[in-house]
């Protein structure tokens, strides 16, 4: 059965404090892997898709990277902007998408 | 920037009753999608469809629901007789070829609450 787990469950930082957010996957046969951001009643948005290890994205202050297990959301001298839950989903054999339960990141003035 | 619609923001509704949930894709996109996420819960897949067809739907997706794409815009999800658990908040998405990857885009959602 898919596996997505992210952590940790909730973050907070100093603002400019920069950290690091994991999601490991168990899957039969990774198509893609992707992360979104969602703020409080807002639908998820997207920021980056990665689909082979080794792939890195970058984006302001974010940077995804994947390997073979898992994927990271590096974020760099984070603002209190960047305060939301951070979403990691794979995509497999289908089109749909099988998200993680997300991580809550609040950054602190 | 193209993004998608979603139509009501909360509908409120009574138990028993059918509501239908609209969504505008975005214009050029080829595949689209309901998710549906409880309070506190993951987002979690309910039915993809393309080329006027459901080509997958989850363990959810059972006979209360069902969706249509009326017209040329509009993208909709009917539940038929809602129950209290049906309480969520209801994504559309949809997806279109961009360098050879499809990228799910999603709405703002809508809020359903069963009284």
């Known amino acids: 059965e898919d596996q997505v787990t992210q952590s940790p469950e909730a973050l907070r930082l100093q603002e400019g404090e920069s950290s690091s957010l994991n999601c490991s996957y168990t899957v039969s046969g990774l198509r893609g892997l992707f992360w979104y951001r969602q703020d409080p009643g807002k639908g998820p948005e997207f920021l980056f898709t990665?689909?082979?290890a080794g792939e890195e994205k970058e984006k302001e202050r974010l940077k995804a990277t994947l390997t073979k297990k898992e994927s990271f959301l590096h974020i760099t001298a984070p603002k209190p902007e960047d305060s939301a839950t951070y979403l990691c989903a794979v995509q497999t054999g289908a089109n749909n998408l099988f998200f993680g339960t997300g991580t809550r990141l609040t950054v602190i003035p | 920037e193209p993004e998608v619609t979603q139509t009501p923001s909360h509908q409120v509704t009574q138990m028993g009753q059918e509501v239908i949930l609209r969504c505008v894709p975005i214009?050029?996109?080829?595949?689209f999608y309901w998710y549906r996420q409880i309070l506190g819960q993951k987002v979690e897949f309910l039915v993809s469809?393309?080329?006027?067809?459901?080509?997958?739907k989850s363990e959810i997706f059972d006979d209360q629901f069902s969706v249509e794409r009326p017209d040329g815009s509009n993208f909709t999800l009917k539940i038929r007789s809602t129950k209290l658990e049906d309480s969520a908040m209801y994504f559309c998405?949809?997806?279109?070829?961009?360098?050879?990857?499809?990228?799910?885009?999603f709405g703002a959602g809508t809020r359903l609450s069963v009284l």
């Open positions: 214009s050029n996109h080829l595949y």
């Open positions: 990665l689909y082979s």
């Open positions: 469809f393309y080329n006027n067809e459901i080509s997958e």
């Open positions: 998405a949809s997806s279109g070829p961009l360098a050879g990857r499809y990228i799910q885009y």
